[in-house]
């Protein structure tokens, strides 16, 4: 196993345009999170998936941000008529099971410029 | 919900132990304490969790003292990769991280 892989790993699209970014959890983790990271700070939660389930997702920054995980294995994060302040990394991870006994596992992220 | 302070950056000559604290004072009774690394245009990895006491691994150790109101994070002998921001979490009540915070960023020179 490759660990957690996040594709694209940039992307640069047009104010208004939408995107949508692929992650490919570690194969046995049956939970996947989405966290978005701007210069300077640390990650900050977004959504998570237990299995196919989408258990949390009132963090979403706005409704133009979608995810969904269909199979309960890689899943997929979109954001419609993207605006510049969109801009940022956004990273993915997973784990066996709760963060406090599993840890997570982090992908490389997908870093994406709004012009 | 724990929020942690920590100094927003740190600087360390090679060969020398650095030790970074986290405060948090409002750690609830459940929580753990876990520490990331993060190199840049990486995803965070996780350095070392614990709960009271000291926990070592092969990489650092962590100290937290009976009131559990703030952590230590220790690397001994640190070298020029050890360069990147740390993180300190101990809000697990949902059992995933809210916020990293902004973190310590260590800076390791010759």
């Known amino acids: 196993d490759t660990g957690v892989s996040q594709d694209p790993r940039h992307k640069i699209t047009k104010r208004g345009q939408n995107v949508t970014f692929r992650c490919d959890p570690i194969?046995?983790?049956?939970?996947l999170y989405w966290y978005r990271q701007t210069l300077g700070q640390g990650p900050e939660f977004l959504t998570y998936f237990q299995n196919e389930a989408q258990l949390e997702k009132s963090r979403l920054l706005s409704d133009r941000f979608s995810a969904e995980r269909p199979k309960g294995s890689f899943s997929t994060l979109e954001i419609q008529r993207t605006e510049q302040g969109d801009s940022a990394m956004y990273l993915c991870?997973?784990?066996?099971?709760?963060?406090?006994?599993?840890?997570?596992?982090f992908g490389s992220g997908t870093r994406l410029t709004v012009v | 919900l724990a929020k942690t302070t920590q100094p927003i950056s740190m600087d360390s000559y090679e060969g020398q132990e650095v030790n970074i604290t986290c405060s948090h004072n409002?750690?609830?009774?459940?929580?753990?304490i876990t520490w990331y690394q993060q190199f840049p245009s990486q995803g965070p990895r996780f350095i070392i969790q614990?709960?009271?006491t000291k926990v070592t691994n092969e990489v650092a150790s962590l100290f937290i003292p009976a009131d559990r109101k703030s952590s230590t994070l220790s690397l001994p002998r640190v070298s020029l990769s050890d360069t990147a921001v740390y993180y300190c979490l101990v809000d697990w009540d949902s059992g995933y991280a809210l916020n990293f915070g902004k973190g310590t960023s260590l800076l390791v020179t010759p």
């Open positions: 409002n750690i609830a009774t459940n929580d753990y």
């Open positions: 194969s046995e983790h049956n939970r």
């Open positions: 991870a997973s784990s066996l099971g709760r963060e406090v006994d599993y840890g997570y596992t």
């Open positions: 614990g709960y009271k």
